[in-house]
């Protein structure tokens, strides 16, 4: 081995724990890219591998009654590949041994499974017997919420008759990956369940022999599915269709975009943040091992050691401090991104769920980490290169010192000597001492996001579902009703209060722009459906015009009184013209309220309901449920806090996961940066410090100058990093929002104060490290000539 390489590998081991700190942060930086970007592949590959394979539809339709004959017409659309007839409807389900009301969603399958779109992943049992009307296939998740095995059965109240059904296999649909009702905003496996039947019963059940209600389509390869849905709308119009919708406004499959949208934003904001201040602590370390080695540069060029040797040397240093983090970061980055996909397989239904680890992300992260180490670090190097060997054999030039702030004020009384050292020391470099805040602040930064998103999560509910939907449950009707119908729920024991809810689906248009989406016409004064403004203050809804939440306004451009078109897609698919009365706070989905009076006036459809909402006595809910379930007139109920606390339960252990994460990342940058920057303060003071202990300073005097001196810029860092972090919190808030939710910018005090707690600890640890070191200082080597 060369002398040099000798040289090399005592120097790392010299900076052993200086090197480790670093490494952390690369570590940390080459995880966060791996997870996000392994997770995001293995979630998209297992998507596509199942849209592919199991024959997932472009466009989809619903429609009251059309015949068979129609279905020709539809395939003859130009781009149309494939047409799928199906019988669809709702149910009210009884499941054994459980109380609340359960919904679900009953779909035909053809006689051959092989030629079906959306086609079954059976997990257990078999297909249906296409001559029974009594067996069934139920969602694997709705099973294994109610522990349903093969033959039991579960009854139904089809059509207002009450049958009993047979479970006879167990399966999955790529229509389903994201199961959740109608309605709803989260899964609730417990009370609402997909299930496939033979069609021939079915469509005997709902007068739907040679007709179909629900029409998907398979389109050609590069095929625009705007101009299909337009013709296929006209075809449908006259048979009660409801407006068909492409791929991408697909329910199931919307949920899951927005998932892999931010895995994106994650692959993105995070890795720079730690490739950065990995960076900027490789630049400070070799540019002070540098400094301190200028004589040992200048003699290896004495001894014939190019410029180039010199260079490869200290580069080679700072590859294997990177090397390092790249192995670990990949093995940490691996072990997260299978934890990912763990916990994502508990939201989403896939027949599979294989983790994919592409090669190219690997490379990327080695290529992005090295690179960035070696720009930062290009500026220190490129000094050693220039170093002349008779300039390195003299001592640094002595930096040139004048009186601080302090001193020029005549404030210096005020603070003791050793104070005035450390402010002395702050001001004289104080690019460093900004830079190092600065690296300190990122770990707020972080830690913040990672305590935001249940923060923000909790307060989203609480401003949805307790300030603004405040019904314990929603009911709705098979078709819309006379209003005499809520006095009928009114009259269940149980219920305290009901409200009258008329909704239709509704195409809005603005200029170029539209967006579909459901129209509600609430009581005036509703109690249960209350109007929140920006404040999150109650609002009434005005008589006249129509109210949109204020992420609608933005996505179509409207603002007050501007006039909006509405495209009713139910019933008699009236074109209304109605100006905007009203922009109201929503967090949830894009909605579009009206005066239920007004909206059954301009629908020109009597006084009529179609849902209700209510809120009931938990003494009397069970009595509540069963009677419910047996209302012909009742074809689904959504209960607001079962689904809740669901979700929350779900929740818990995905956020424990993040908050976990966050921590780890957050204290490496924290420790990295903090036990650095005293390290190389300790390395450049070392002779300064000693000759402290040798005048009579103490140990912990000594130690206050430069532990003092740390604590000052973690404190500086706690504003800077609390405006770093609700930055990214902002960014991370902003690139959530989409159609289906926005996750409020809401910072508690606790997400500041644990951000903080960490950041301190971790600066803790660095100082007890340090304070071990001072133990050890020369103080015979201060009394010698430094020439």
């Not at 000597?417 to 805040?437: G, V, Y």
């Not at 109201?584 to 629908?603: F, I, P, S």
């Not at 919190?729 to 959530?736: E, K, P, R, V």
Request: charged content about 20%.
């Amino acid at each position: 081995m060369r002398a040099i390489d000798i040289k090399l590998w005592r120097e790392l081991w010299d900076m052993r724990m200086q090197a480790l700190a670093i490494a952390m942060v690369i570590v940390s930086g080459v995880a966060i890219f791996i997870m996000s970007l392994s997770t995001y592949d293995s979630l998209k590959e297992t998507r596509d591998s199942y849209y592919r394979v199991h024959q997932f539809a472009d466009v989809f339709a619903n429609l009251t009654r059309a015949p068979m004959s129609l279905a020709q017409r539809i395939e003859d659309i130009p781009g149309v590949a494939r047409v799928e007839t199906r019988v669809v409807t709702y149910v009210n389900l009884d499941v054994p041994g459980f109380k609340d009301p359960v919904s679900g969603h009953m779909i035909s399958l053809p006689r051959h499974q092989e030629r079906q779109m959306n086609r079954l992943f059976l997990t257990q049992g078999r297909l249906v017997d296409p001559s029974r009307d009594n067996e069934i296939v139920m969602s694997v998740e709705f099973a294994k919420a109610h522990q349903l095995e093969l033959g039991d059965k579960i009854w139904a109240i089809i059509n207002g008759r009450r049958q009993a059904l047979t479970i006879v296999g167990k399966g999955m649909s790529p229509e389903y990956i994201y199961q959740i009702a109608p309605g709803a905003m989260f899964p609730d496996y417990q009370r609402y369940g997909v299930m496939w039947v033979a069609r021939k019963p079915l469509a005997s059940a709902y007068d739907m022999e040679g007709a179909f209600n629900n029409v998907t389509l398979k389109l050609n390869r590069n095929i625009e599915p705007k101009a299909v849905i337009e013709q296929l709308d006209d075809l449908l119009k006259p048979y009660g269709g409801t407006g068909a919708i492409d791929r991408h406004d697909q329910l199931s499959h919307r949920f899951l975009d927005e998932e892999l949208k931010q895995l994106q934003n994650m692959a993105t904001m995070f890795p720079i943040i730690f490739f950065a201040v990995a960076a900027f602590l490789l630049n400070v370390v070799v540019s002070r091992l540098i400094s301190l080695q200028r004589e040992q540069i200048a003699i290896l060029k004495a001894f014939g050691y190019s410029n180039l040797a010199v260079g490869v040397h200290y580069s080679k240093l700072i590859l294997m401090i990177v090397v390092f983090g790249i192995i670990i970061g990949t093995f940490l980055g691996i072990w997260m991104g299978t934890s990912m996909s763990e916990l994502y397989s508990k939201f989403y239904s896939f027949p599979y769920l294989v983790y994919e680890l592409k090669p190219w992300v690997l490379v990327s992260a080695g290529i992005v980490s090295i690179g960035v180490a070696l720009i930062g670090t290009v500026y220190a190097v490129r000094k050693a290169i220039k170093l002349p060997p008779a300039e390195g054999m003299r001592p640094e030039q002595v930096a040139i010192y004048r009186p601080t702030v302090i001193e020029r004020w005549g404030l210096q009384t005020l603070f003791s000597q050793p104070t005035r050292m450390i402010l002395r020391h702050l001001e004289r470099r104080p690019l460093k001492s900004l830079l190092t805040s600065l690296g300190i602040s990122m770990a707020f930064g972080i830690m913040m996001v990672g305590g935001f998103q249940e923060g923000a999560i909790n307060h989203m509910i609480d401003v949805q579902y307790k300030l603004s939907q405040r019904e314990d449950m929603m009911v709705f009707f098979v078709e819309p009703s006379a209003k005499d119908a809520l006095y009928s729920l009114q009259s269940l024991e149980g219920v305290e209060y009901a409200e009258g809810l008329r909704r239709v689906n509704a195409r809005l248009r603005h200029e170029h722009r539209s967006y579909r989406t459901g129209v509600q016409g609430i009581e005036p004064n509703s109690e249960l459906r209350r109007l929140l403004d920006a404040n999150l203050s109650p609002i009434h809804i005005p008589k006249e015009g129509v109210v949109i939440t204020d992420y609608l306004a933005q996505k179509l451009h409207l603002k007050l009184n501007d006039l909006m078109t509405i495209e009713v897609l139910d019933g008699k698919r009236p074109i209304l013209q109605v100006p905007v009365a009203g922009i109201v706070k929503e967090y949830v989905g894009l909605n579009a309220y009206m005066h239920r009076d007004t909206l059954n006036h301009l629908l020109k459809e009597g006084n009529v309901i179609s849902g209700a909402l209510l809120t009931v006595d938990e003494d009397a809910q069970q009595s509540l449920y069963a009677k419910l379930k047996n209302m012909p007139k009742v074809v689904g109920v959504v209960e607001q806090r079962a689904a809740i606390d669901g979700f929350n339960e779900t929740m818990e252990e995905t956020i424990l996961f993040f908050t976990f994460i966050s921590t780890l990342l957050g204290g490496s940058i924290a420790f990295g940066v903090v036990y650095n920057s005293m390290r190389i303060a300790l390395s450049e003071r070392h002779r300064e410090l000693a000759s402290l202990r040798v005048l009579g300073f103490r140990r912990s005097e000594v130690a206050f100058i430069l532990l003092g001196e740390m604590a000052l810029l973690t404190f500086i860092a706690i504003p800077l990093g609390f405006l770093i972090g609700y930055g990214l919190c902002a960014y991370l808030a902003f690139n959530f929002d989409s159609d289906l939710y926005r996750i409020p910018l809401v910072l508690g005090i606790d997400v500041y104060a644990f951000s903080a707690l960490v950041v301190i600890v971790s600066s803790l640890i660095s100082g007890g490290l340090i304070w071990r070191n001072l133990a050890h200082l020369d103080m015979v080597a201060v009394l010698k000539a430094k020439e």
